[in-house]
Nanobody, 127 residues
Framework: QVQLVESGGGLVQAGGSLRPPCAAS????????LGWFRQAPGKEREFAAA????????AYAESVKGRFTISRDNAKNTVYLQMDSLKPEDTAVYYC????????????????????WGQGTQVTVSS
């Protein structure tokens, strides 16, 4: 089992950047495929980015492609979401998620496979 804790959210102006980390407990971090999802007020949770166990495969939602970058540091048990050129429509609670994956290259762009979720971190982008 793994526990996930996001941090690093906050208020930023449009065009700015944030890089929230998600720290995981446990000694098997490298066994997990990881993802970032977000949920805006009144909307359903949506996919943002995902990364494979090896870090060699990534996937992004069209709305964030070219602006967001997901990465992982297995030595630090941490996954990051580098968010650049932020827009007001990026305002949401951002959640990281983890799932044990047999394949080192698989990425999951849907919430269903993920068994573990963090509590979320608020990101607010002002215009």
């Amino acid at each position: 089992q793994v526990q996930l804790v996001e941090s690093g959210g906050g208020l930023v102006q449009a065009g700015g950047s944030l890089r929230p980390p998600c720290a995981a407990s446990g000694r098997t971090f490298e066994s997990y495929a990881l993802g970032w999802f977000r949920q805006a007020p009144g909307k359903e949770r949506e996919f943002a980015a995902a990364i494979s166990r090896s870090g060699g495969s990534t996937a992004y939602a069209e709305s964030v492609k070219g602006r967001f970058t997901i990465s992982r540091d297995n030595a630090k048990n941490t996954v990051y979401l580098q968010m650049d050129s932020l827009k007001p429509e990026d305002t949401a609670v951002y959640y990281c998620a983890a799932d044990v994956a047999r394949s080192r290259t698989v990425v999951y762009a849907h919430p269903t496979p993920y068994d573990y979720w963090g509590q979320g971190t608020q990101v607010t982008v002002s215009s």
